[in-house]
């Protein structure tokens, strides 16, 4: 069985940088591609960007291009997502989720599209 379990996460001023970890377990990392997804208190979950199996292509939301950055590395079976600039509004909870249909593009934006999801660590940006 697929597990996910995120970590990282923790309260930090506006400006500052926070870096996730995501660790798979019961799986074949590198058949996987990965998402980052996030949910801020009374809004929908969002995405936040993705990566694919082996880290060819990599795919961030606007809100957060030019300040998060995602790699991978497939021999630790994890998953990284480094948080620069943080503002207020980054505040959330950070989920990853993981497929294994080698989706590309839009797809990897899709909640419905992953098949496994970890149970999400808090991030709290404030002053």
């Known amino acids: 069985q697929v597990h996910l379990a995120e970590s990282g996460g923790g309260l930090v001023q506006p400006g500052g940088s926070l870096n996730l970890s995501c660790i798979m377990s019961?799986?074949?990392?590198?058949?996987?591609?990965v998402g980052w997804f996030r949910q801020a208190p009374g809004k929908a979950r969002e995405f936040v960007g993705a990566?694919?199996?082996?880290?060819?292509?990599?795919y961030y939301n606007n809100p957060v291009k030019g300040r998060f950055s995602i790699s991978r590395d497939n021999a630790k079976n994890t998953v990284y997502l480094q948080m620069n600039s943080l503002k207020v509004e980054d505040t959330a909870i950070y989920y990853c989720?993981?497929?294994?249909?080698?989706?590309?593009?839009?797809?990897?934006?899709?909640?419905?599209?992953?098949?496994?999801w970890g149970q999400g660590t808090q991030v709290t940006v404030s002053a």
């Open positions: 990566i694919t199996r082996r880290g060819g292509n990599i």
């Open positions: 019961g799986g074949s990392f590198s058949d996987f591609g």
């Open positions: 989720a993981a497929e294994e249909d080698d989706m590309r593009g839009y797809y990897l934006s899709l909640q419905d599209e992953y098949d496994y």
